[in-house]
Each structure stands twice: as structure tokens, then as C-alpha cells.
């Protein structure tokens, strides 16, 4: 009597414990699923930063991790980082060639922070259609810039060496140093990624939206101000307002400008916005 009773309790004890259990269980299937699942694109983006960059750049000298982020970035759309593309048409009318448009910074540009530490920054500028970034520089640093959508003009300058550096007359403007045209087109999504460095490929550049449109950037090192990587602002003049005794070693006389220091511009409006795509696990 007492063996059916022990063999009793028994069953019952195991059936109590598996109902206990069951939510804690995860199926096998399930499981599976997910220890092999695909990490998000934006959090093997940041592995790969992480990994690449140092509070001074590149962790190594190598390109096989530019190779790397180029390819990963070239792979990104909107939806990869939370957005939704705009549509031209929802933009009230402010083409950017446009007769009745407004003031190119009468709507804001919305910047969406992703991710900052000493060693790289990963951020989203959403610009509304003839939003400007004016031309500004990168000192020191390396950037990754991948259109999401939409379409943008980008005009990029990297300084002539040795520097030519010529004293100016105009009000406000003492002195104008020469520098040399690299880009100066639209890029329209899908494109692949563009990359400057600190001395080459356009690291004093300006941005115009052509249509609605969102940048993913990556900056290597951040803007840092203590370190002296800080952001300045330039004004660009045609060669021939001060070209009279420069030397151009190649190209033409359109290949080349000449810029000026300038404030930060009054009107660039910008505001800050909320990331909501993929969390990072850091």
C-alpha cells in the first residue's frame, strides 16, 4: 500500500514540477532560432567600430577595416536604423530648384544620436527638402557617410599643399587659404558609401538636400574640442576673386576655390531627435 502511495506522490511531484517549469522552457526549435539569429546591422556596425577605431583613429594601420565598413554600410537602408523614407511629394512644395521655395533652413534638420564614446561617433542627419549642412571641416578625423534615402548634393574641398594662404580685403574675411574641388555631385539612394580622411577625399564638405532625405555617419574620432578637433565653418570664394599669383600645379582654374573662416551660420537649424530603430548592445 505504502509503494502505490510513494509511487503516487512521485508522479505527482513530476507533474507539479513540470507545470512549475514549462514557462522557463524554452523549445528546442525556438532555441535554435535564436542563438543562431543575425545580429541587427546597426549592432555589427558599432562591433566593427568598436573594434577598428581608437580615441586616435584607426586602432591599426590597414584598410581592411574601411574595406569592411564600407561594405557593411553600402548594405544599409532606412528600415535597418528605425526609419521610414519620406516621400518628395510630403514636402510642401519646397523643391530645391523650386521659384516659390522658402529659406533653405526654414525646416529643421533632425539629428538622431545612435552612439558616442572617445572613439567613434554613429548619428542621422534627417534634412528636409533644401536643408544645408554649410561647409565645414573634419580636423583629424575619418568619416563614413551612406545616403538612406532620398537624394543630396555634396560640394568637398581638401586643402592644396603646401598651404596657400593669401591676405584678403573683403569685410570680415583677413585671409583666404587655397583649396581644391574633389567632389561635386548628387548622390542619390541607393549609392555606396563615401568616405573622407583627415587629409584627402573632401574633409571640408557642405551638404544640400535635393529631395527628403537621411545620412548615416560614422565619425572616427568624435569632434572633440579639449583635443583640438573642433568644427569650423567656411566660406567658399570663385579662384579668380584672389587667384592672381597662385600656382596650379593641375587642373583648371574651376577646380579650385579659395576659403574663408566664418561663424557658425545663425540660421543652420537643427534639433535633436529620438533614435528608434535596433538597440546596442555596447
Not at 9 to 26: E, G
Not at 54 to 77: H, N, V
Not at 127 to 152: E, N
Not at 164 to 179: D, F, N, T, W, Y
Request: charged content about 20%.
Amino acid at each position: 500500500m505504502l509503494s502505490k502511495f510513494q509511487k503516487a506522490t512521485d508522479k505527482a511531484m513530476v507533474f507539479l514540477l513540470k507545470k512549475v517549469l514549462s514557462p522557463l522552457c524554452i523549445p528546442k526549435q525556438k532555441l535554435h532560432m535564436a542563438m543562431n539569429a543575425t545580429p541587427p546591422k546597426v549592432q555589427l556596425l558599432y562591433d566593427l567600430c568598436k573594434n577598428s577605431f581608437s580615441p586616435s583613429g584607426l586602432s591599426y594601420a590597414s584598410s581592411q577595416p574601411i574595406l569592411k565598413l564600407c561594405s557593411l554600410l553600402d548594405t544599409f537602408g532606412p528600415a535597418d536604423v528605425g526609419l521610414k523614407e519620406e516621400s518628395p511629394d510630403d514636402d510642401r512644395g519646397h523643391g530645391f530648384f523650386g521659384l516659390n521655395r522658402v529659406a533653405r533652413w526654414a525646416q529643421p534638420i533632425t539629428y538622431l544620436d545612435i552612439h558616442e564614446c572617445d572613439s567613434f561617433t554613429m548619428c542621422i542627419f534627417c534634412f528636409p527638402t533644401s536643408a544645408v549642412i554649410p561647409l565645414h571641416d573634419h580636423p583629424g578625423m575619418t568619416v563614413f557617410s551612406k545616403v538612406l534615402y532620398g537624394s543630396m548634393h555634396v560640394k568637398a574641398y581638401d586643402w592644396v599643399e603646401p598651404a596657400c594662404i593669401k591676405e584678403s580685403k573683403k569685410p570680415g574675411c583677413p585671409q583666404v587659404r587655397l583649396a581644391r574641388l574633389v567632389v561635386d555631385k548628387v548622390f542619390a539612394a541607393p549609392c555606396g558609401t563615401s568616405i573622407l580622411y583627415p587629409k584627402t577625399g573632401g574633409n571640408l564638405h557642405c551638404f544640400t538636400a535635393v529631395t527628403p532625405c537621411a545620412v548615416l555617419d560614422v565619425l572616427a574620432p568624435p569632434y572633440r574640442e579639449d583635443l583640438g578637433r573642433i568644427c569650423t565653418y567656411y566660406i567658399d570664394y570663385p579662384y579668380s576673386t584672389f587667384g592672381n599669383g597662385a600656382h596650379i600645379s593641375n587642373g583648371r582654374e574651376e577646380d579650385y576655390a579659395w576659403l574663408a573662416e566664418t561663424e557658425a551660420p545663425d540660421d543652420l537649424y537643427m534639433r535633436s531627435g529620438l533614435y528608434v530603430g535596433p538597440a546596442i548592445q555596447v
